[in-house]
């Protein structure tokens, strides 16, 4: 990966080199906190219709990249294209979250077919394919897809939750039943990755927004094999594409994941102690994150200070700097433009 594109500073701490500063982005890094954004979204009418046009996804995209030079982009698209792309209608409402009809059991999994998803992967893939042309040849592109675990509780709940009750019931009820959904997550999960690597990605993240809402035994089958499926599959097939995982709200089981899945980096919810970071990338794994959204709303001084802290915690070990989750469409512009200033001033 090193060899193969050099300039791309994001992908040094991949190959086990420590950067200083280190290089930086942010998840929902493009999003409703940029004006351009929203002129965008805007033009394009549905939020999944911004997803599925190219030109769009691709502006919005670069927008973040425009104004703040992030060391990455993450292509423009959402965890919830591969259930609309099986054949599970998704909508977003005005001013409200995803609703599905939901999936509550295995009679319901024939709405869900594979063979069918090759019309709505390829408009995101044609994203990519465009991005990589028009990115800076420094900016690394991170494609991504939500965790099997994660989509299943949307696919299941037909909208989000706070407990994600529905999916967990179901995996307790029916753990057979609730398999098949899984294995299909990854089948779909593992196509729409290797295209995106086809396609011109250069790392991948696997987004599990809810494995924190797991027991122990649960979060082994749902959240870490699953996640190693794929990380297996798509490394046999690319081994040289850095893979992230996101199992947020797991900092206790942060090292078994790591060591089970196989993931090269592992990004940490703002909650993880900056003590459990450096455990997990001194044993050689590229640990990402981890500053509140919140701080980012907040701004000034107290950002700044954080900022260092998490730095100089970091300094010298495989690190990417991010937040613990989204930035928030509260976040004002010119606090992400301090916290890269202040990053990336002389350490
Ligand atoms: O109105 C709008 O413009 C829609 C807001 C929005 C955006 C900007 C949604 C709806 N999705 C996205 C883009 C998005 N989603 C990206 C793009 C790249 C970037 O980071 O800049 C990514 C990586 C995601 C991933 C995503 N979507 C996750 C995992 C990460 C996380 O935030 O925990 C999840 C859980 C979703 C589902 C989703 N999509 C959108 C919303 C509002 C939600 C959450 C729904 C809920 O649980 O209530």
Redesign the pocket.
């Known amino acids: 990966m090193d060899g193969e594109h050099p300039e791309r500073k994001f992908l040094a701490p991949f190959t086990g080199k420590p950067m200083a500063p280190p290089p930086v982005w942010?998840?929902?890094?493009?999003?409703?906190y940029l004006p351009e954004?929203r002129q965008v979204?805007a033009e394009a009418g549905g939020?999944l219709d911004?997803?599925y046009t190219p030109r769009l996804a691709t502006e919005v995209?670069l927008q973040?990249i425009r104004r703040f030079g992030f060391d990455a982009a993450?292509?423009?698209?959402?965890?919830?294209v591969v259930p609309d792309a099986l054949g599970q209608a998704v909508r977003?409402a005005e001013g409200e979250?995803?609703r599905l009809d939901p999936i509550r059991g295995v009679e319901d999994l024939n709405r869900l077919d594979v063979s069918r998803t090759g019309p709505k992967f390829s408009l995101v893939w044609e994203t990519v394919e465009r991005l990589r042309q028009e990115l800076p040849q420094e900016t690394a592109l991170i494609g991504?897809c939500?965790a099997p675990w994660?989509v299943a509780t949307?696919v299941v709940g037909g909208?989000?939750?706070t407990d994600q009750a529905a999916a967990r019931t179901w995996a307790y009820r029916d753990p057979a039943g609730f398999q098949q959904l899984i294995d299909t997550l990854v089948d779909a999960s593992i196509a729409y990755l290797s295209g995106q690597v086809e396609a011109g990605a250069d790392v991948l993240?696997i987004?599990d927004?809810?494995a924190g809402s797991l027991a122990e035994d649960q979060f082994t089958r749902w959240v870490i094999e699953p996640t190693a499926k794929i990380v297996m599959r798509v490394k046999a097939r690319y081994p040289h594409v850095p893979i992230i995982g996101?199992p947020?709200g797991s900092t206790a089981e942060l090292q078994r994941f790591v060591e089970l899945t196989g993931v090269d980096g592992v990004s940490c919810d703002t909650s993880c102690p900056l003590s459990a970071m450096q455990k997990v990338a001194e044993r050689g794994t590229v640990a990402q994150g981890n500053l509140d959204p919140l701080l980012l709303v907040e701004g000034g001084s107290a950002l700044d200070r954080r900022v260092d802290e998490i730095r100089s915690a970091m300094n010298g070990l495989p690190f990417v700097f991010n937040l613990g989750?989204?930035?928030v469409p509260e976040t004002p512009p010119e606090n992400v433009g301090r916290l890269v200033s202040r990053l990336r001033e002389a350490v």
């Not at 993450?74 to 919830?80: E, P």
């Open positions: 942010l998840m929902r890094q493009a999003g409703r954004y979204r939020f911004l997803c995209t973040p993450i292509l423009f698209s959402d965890i919830l977003f979250g995803p991504f939500g994660t949307y909208r989000g939750s993240q987004f927004s809810w996101f947020r989750h989204g930035i």
